[in-house]
């Protein structure tokens, strides 16, 4: 028996009736769910749990897809570069593209809506100049420049859901049609659905939670010919569009569309990428449209008396949580994947909802559950992380998805998960609508898009670690679980708001050279280095990770050399000597182990005379510290996630901020023990992140301490 | 006893009489020297050797500058970058210089020869609102931007010769008067040296060669307050300048001077970055000038019935011996400082000059010669790699150079210089005016120098290695000892000569992004990727080490992105997905250890789906090549220079060039030994390169072979 009941969403299917009432009453579970797959089956709709019914305005209607094939979904594609070596140049436009995925689109006019581009010297081709062979999909090119390359962007039907096709892929469904997606964006599609969704809200009465998955436009998710994922962008705009949005946005913007926008030379606007001007316009346009629409949905729902849950992926383009609309759409809860603590706090942050759900890993499908699987490992792995980002700002409830009876193939698995819901409960009724303490500072994270990409900053995907990214999205696991308070903050912010560093606090600035993390070209801008200067100057803290304000201008290559004491080598100032190279021991990297990981970038960083540097590489510095007027600057060539780093950057902080007098309250000596402490209910919790047993001395508050000895991931509650 | 005598200079010392004449014989030399610092003893005048004496035209004659302050040679120095906080900012202009060095010019006028430049914007500030402070030398800024960076770009008079400093140093020397220079080019002490000179020919009949040390400009080489070097180009025109020579620049180039033409961003057009044509323009100025005023000094030696040879160190500068006025000047040889094998081709290179000598290393200072030094292994290391070198164009003589009574303390040593001298003359004997077997096809070193910077390319110093470039020395060092005919070229060249490609090859692009090396922002010009592509689509070859034709420009890093297969990932396509990673067996690394060696940097490349990765280190591409058109491309992330990268880099070249089959013509299957072959002679060489035995199948021609067995070091002969 469960010590409590409630706050889990269990999956169901047509063939797991008495499994999974036996599971709701294990894991105390007060919801199900059907998923993409699965169906809920009519024995289990007077159960008396919350039952949560997936709802998908784009698909699940081929008949109508067919029926209407001008207002299939479209994405816009950019061909591969191919070089011309002759004055004619042929490119196969869909050159390792799966077939059943898309199908370019010939019905609106080519001239205006692809674009062939001489990717030599960035000109577009003229329309004379190039024509479509409909029957080898290729674009022929004529008068072309032997040697130029050359790209067509074009638009494409979206003849599969990526995401179907997907699940289709990953669960080896046979014989499975392949679910079109429909546009309902445009006014046919739009009407049909909308009535239809309001059929289909009279005609299931016992759906209490309408969760959409999602709303219109899928992230940008391409497969190639052998039906490997070729291109995820989970902020990608690119399936958000069709003649008939994009005529509209024109009106809007007051100026001519470009596919450009879109392809912008092939990175899709990768989130990577520093948003243009026209870009950042077009998420403000879709964003208007979509959540105008999205209301439509939700006023429905509640007219039938059911809430409105929306599924953070799929099709949730131009929703945009930490946008300015999403507020206005009165959703009553989001769900999400919830992969460690960074992607719990996209959810768990999320304003303007009453609850948030977490769905967290792994999903019950075969690429996990197969023989030889080790789920156990991985829900281990979520949860400890998931946890600390929990104890700062919980979601409201968790739940799993998929198909239950992969699950119940690991009884341990299944054990397991009973744990996580009784921990998960616990720990709710302890941190729910309680304001946590946090340190006596502000923390800000500087990036091309603040808030919007809140805690999902340097994602690729979802918790999974790129080789040459990994060091960076480290901070920001960290920071899920830290006691700081946090705004993400944009250059243009920077730029245009007055009031936008009135606090007393640190920046942090992270990413590669020229990225929108680190930020580019914004570093040319005199306004934006003056700014952040005279802010360090006055007394304030800013740490930089790998590039901090890196762009080569006027002799450096970091334009905050002067606040971190540190620039990095790229080749011009090699002529010059430089001497400061030994370690010295330091406050923020007290009661740490000698070695630290800073990730696989060497950086080829070096300090000035004044920078006390405290780990190096070879020539290479990896970390160091620098005084600015009255404030301090740190930096570090890299932070992958682990404890030791996340309690480094939690001294590095304080260091940062002045304030290092203050880092012993509510505060473990031991760097694998986090202390949280809720002040309203004078309570706080000490915890172990790890699977081994720890010890810990405690700092509570005045200088007292206790000794703590913790069983592995064991939290232990104090009443002060 | 010497096998045989010849070809080899010792020096000598005022001390040092009966040590010299002992020592010339058991090395077999056949002439001596004067360093700085030492003196030609007069009992030695009579020695039948040949005399060196050391001419200094623009020092050793404290009292002509002291008489002469206006004349003493000037430098061009940016001072450090100093943010301001409020309107008034003081720059100190001498900080971190030392202060023995460097005289601050408040002569000459200021608003004209200094620049105050404000970092943060790159303009100009207005000589109104700045004023020099002579007693603190500080530059006081009026009206100065809060938050912005400014410099100081000044003239100071050098009013210690850095190159005597740095002796001085070395060597402890005690009550040295510190060696002030004049500025030979100008009229005054042009008139007083050059008679100077000529008396000095004139009473000293005895001196054979005058090794002038060297003419008139020091390369850049600056000392800090604790007279650390701080500051050292080997290329450095900035200590070639003074008000006298900038104006008859104006006048010959049509245009204003700007100190930034020097100073550019305080690299001091370090030759990692690319030339301004400004830089150029003044490069090629100074050739004009000092190659007139060498031939005057080289004309009045060769009256006196004496060999003009020219040190090639010191002030060197504006000689240029690879560049379009050297060989009018007339020399009779050349010497030069030899660390190795690319820095002995640096001398045994250069054109129009008799005869070449190569001053081997370690210098007879006590930096080396100390107690507990190991001059012996700088030697050994020295010789083997120097050797390679001599195989394929020797120097025509060599020597040593400093305090022979410090090697003396080291009868190994001395024991040890007398086999390299046996076997120099050996090798000179056998290779000397033979043209060695070269491969079938031409090398072009592609870079912004070309020529001009022949072997001399991305060295900092003389054959030391700093870590973030000796992944990119290697090459060169590699080049120097294998068969191949090199052409550097630039890529100026590439744009203005018709004919530059006109011969089947394989091009080199080699270094860091944006720097002179790799080439910059050459490459967004569609005339040279054109030229290039067209090059190898028609069945040439292109090896690119590190990053290769880099420059982010419409989507790609790499813009030979389709030559060479490969491309860098810095960040704006993380989220294309990418495959081919597994490593392949081929043609170039057979007969290699499975490890190899690829320096420190961390490229990211990855590879296109048709490209044939062969090395990776997890998600990054060491080594791949790739079809272009009927050519080839090799892609490599570094390439450190030891024997088996040296063999990797042949092997690249055969495969590159389309003429792998042709490789096993004079080669050894065992990377560690080398063949050299001579046609004239019929006789060709087999050389163990390494410090223990080796054993090695010849293959010599027509698919003929023969083992061979050597000893360490040993060259066994053999005639075809």
Redesign the interface.
Known sequence: MSKQKGRLTVPTDIDMIGETVRIIDYWGGDAIRDCDGTVMPDELKSLDVKKYATYYTTRKDNDWARKNPDEIQQVYIMSQ?E?A?SDELRISIMK?IYKDLLQPNTNDDMSKWWEV?D????EIVAFEDWSYDEATQEVVIRNA?????Y?VSFLAYIIWDPVHMYNAITNDWKDEEHQMTYDVRQPKTQAYVIDKFKRYLKENPEIDVIRFTTFFHQF?LIF?EQA??????WF?YNASVSPYILEKFEAWAGYPFRPEFIIN????N?Q??IPTKEFKDFMEFQQIEVSKLMKVFVDATHEAGKEAMMFLGDHWIGTEPYGKYFKEVGLDAVVGSVGNGSTLRIISDIPGVKYTEGRLLPYFFPDTFHEGGDPLHEAKVNWVTARRAILRKPVDRIGYGGYLKLALEFPEFIDYVKEVADEFRELYDKVNQVQPYCVPFKVYVLNSYGKLRSWGAHM?HHAIP????YGYEGYLEALSGLPVDIEFISFDELLERQDVLDTPGVILNV?????SFSGGEYWKN?AI???I??YI?QGNGFIGIGDPSAY?????YFQL??VLGVDK?????????K?NWDEHEHFITKGLPETLNFG???Q?AYAD?DTTVIKTT???VNLAVHNY?KGRAVYMSGLPFNFENTRLLYRSLFYAAGKEDQIEEWYADNYNVEVNMYPSTSSYCVVNNTYEKQEATVFTTNGQTHKVELEPTEIKWFTV
């Open positions: 570069f070089s070596s390792y581009i990717r030599t010297t960035g420049i032997p040697f130029h390359a790209t940008t190639d490997r994922e070729s291109f995820v962008e990608g030379k092939g990175t899709y990768s990577f990428v690729v790129y080789e040459d990214n990413g590669d050279a020229y990225t005199e280095v003056t700014k200067r005279q100057y080569q201008k006027e002799g450096h050399y002067d080598e790229v080749g011009f100032t090699l002529s010059h000597d001497y696989n970038k060497v080829f005379r070879g020539k290479s007027g």
